[in-house]
C-alpha cells in the first residue's frame, strides 16, 4: 500500500506538466491556490523513496502528507485535474479493461500510474526536443480527420462493451475543427518558446522517474505490470481517448506527431528499447 501510494503521488508530476500546457493554451487555466497544495509538498514528499520502503515513519508521514493534500485541492477544484493527467489515462485504461484485477492481491491503481507516470516522462522527452514554433500547421490542418473520420477510428480502437461509448464521448467533448485546430496551432506556435521552458522545469527524465519508483518498491515498466510491449505501445494513441481532459497526448496528436513520438521511443535506440 505505502509503494502503491508513492506511485499515485509521484504521478502528479507529470500531471502537473499537462496542466501547464492546458494552461498555456487557454484551454484549463491553472487554480494558483490549488496548485500549491499539491505541487508545495510533492518533492520533499518524493524525496525519500528507500527510506520509504525501509519503513521509515518521517518519510511515510510526508507521503501520507502530500496525498492528502492532493485530495483537499482536487476538492478545493472541483476536479481532479490538479492530480491527473495522462498518466492516470493510461492506468484507468489498464484498469477499464480488467488488467490485473485477477491478480492475487489485485494490480494496483498506483502501480499502473506509476509506469503510467514515465510512459509520459519518455514522451515529454521526446516532445520537449521538437521545436513546434516551426510547426507545419498547414500540413497539420490538411492531415485532420473530420468528427465521423474520428469516431470511427475511435470505434475501431475501443470494443471492450460500455468502453467503447464512453470513449466517443469524451473524445468528441474535445474535437475541434479544422478551423478550430489551424487556431490552436498558431498559439502553440506562438507560446512553444514558454511551454518548453516552463514544463522543464515540472517534468523529470523518465529514468531518474524509474529510480525513484525502484527504490519505493514499485513496477518501473510494463514487464513488471505484465504487459507486452504492442499493448504498452498502443496505449499511447488509446489512452488519448478515453478522456476529454487536454494532455501532451492532445498536443502531439493536434501537431500530427504523436505516431511519429511513439515509434521513436519504441525504434532501435528509442527509451522502451532499451528499458522495458
Known sequence: MTASGYGDLLGKIPAGADWIVADELGIEPIQESVWKLVQGPLRHALSRPAELAGGDREALADLAEGLIMS???MQAASSSRPASGAEHQFSHLWEMEGHGHDWKPPLSHGFKVGVGSVAMAALYERLLERDLSNLDIDAAVAKWPSWEQTEAAVRATHTTPGLDEAAVKETQAKYIDADQLRARLELVAERWPTIKERVSEQILPPGELRDMLKAAGCPTGPADIKLDKQRFKDTYT????????????????EAGILPELVEELFAPGGYWSQND
Request: no cysteine; proline share 0%; hydrophobic share 45%.
Open 71 to 73: 485530495g483537499l485541492a
Open 238 to 253: 488509446r489512452a488519448q481517448m478515453i478522456r476529454r481532459r487536454y494532455t501532451a497526448l492532445d498536443l502531439a496528436n
